[in-house]
Each structure stands twice: as structure tokens, then as C-alpha cells.
């Protein structure tokens, strides 16, 4: 790591080290078309912490209850979830759902994103499918 007006910067062979964060800055210049500045965060994480090679899956108990109500979205919680990384469920305070798509439609495949946290990281997407609602006389 190397510095230069208060700024470091990173060597082509040099590698932080799990659990570091780095935050970019991009200022822009004055005189130009543009104004301000903007800033992001990444985290490092080790590759053994990465949600893209997780299994994630519906927890069974869940998709028999995973019904489609009239007007009503299929909302699921981290609970709902069983999440597999390295032969290890994981804890649900290691996951995030950031998002769910596709949850009003009996039938149809909806799709949810976890993001891990807590020295997890990247995001992993899944499918499941929407069971109707059925009535009993």
C-alpha cells in the first residue's frame, strides 16, 4: 500500500486481508460538467464466506405454507430459509433477504436474494414456486 495526497493505493500484487474494508471516494474535478462527490464501502471476505456457491432452499416446514392469497404477496423471513455454505447451515443472523420478486402468482416461480452479513458476503438468487390456495368444502 502505497500514499499519495492522504490516499492509499493497493500495488497490483498486494491483497487486504479478510474483514477489511475499503471505501472509494470519487471526487470530481472543478471546471467540469460535473459536481460532488460519491463513496462506497466493500468489505473483504474470505472465499470460504462467499453466498455465491450456498445452497439456499425453502426449509420444508415452509413449503407447504407458501400459498398464494388473492391480492396478497408471498412474504418470507430468514427463517424461512435454510442456507448452506461448506457442508454448514448457517445462522439466519448470517443472511439477509434483500429481495423478493415475482411472489404474487399462484403457480409461478418467484425468485429471492440473500446477502450475507456478519463476515458473510456476496449475494446468491433462488427460485421457488408459489403454491395456489386450496380450499376444502
Known amino acids: 500500500v502505497s500514499e499519495s495526497h492522504g490516499t492509499a493505493y493497493l500495488a497490483g500484487s498486494d491483497k487486504l486481508a ?5 471505501t472509494l471516494v470519487l471526487e470530481a474535478k472543478s471546471g467540469g460538467n460535473y459536481t460532488g462527490t460519491i463513496s462506497a464501502s466493500y468489505h473483504v471476505i474470505a472465499k470460504d464466506k462467499s453466498l455465491k456457491k450456498a445452497k439456499v432452499a425453502l426449509k420444508d416446514s415452509v413449503k407447504t405454507r ?3 392469497e388473492e391480492g396478497m404477496p408471498v412474504e418470507l423471513s430468514e427463517s424461512d430459509l435454510a442456507v448452506t455454505l461448506n ?3 448457517l445462522d439466519s443472523s448470517n443472511y439477509e433477504i434483500v429481495s423478493c420478486t415475482g411472489n404474487v402468482q399462484a403457480g409461478k416461480k418467484a425468485k429471492v436474494t440473500v446477502r450475507g452479513k456478519n463476515g458473510y458476503g456476496n449475494m446468491k438468487t433462488v427460485t421457488f414456486t ?3 390456495l386450496k380450499y376444502t368444502k
Not at 479478510?18 to 475499503?22: E, F, I
Open 87 to 89: 457442508g454448514s447451515t
Open 66 to 68: 407458501i400459498t398464494y
Open 130 to 132: 408459489i403454491n395456489p
Open 18 to 22: 479478510p474483514g477489511a474494508t475499503v
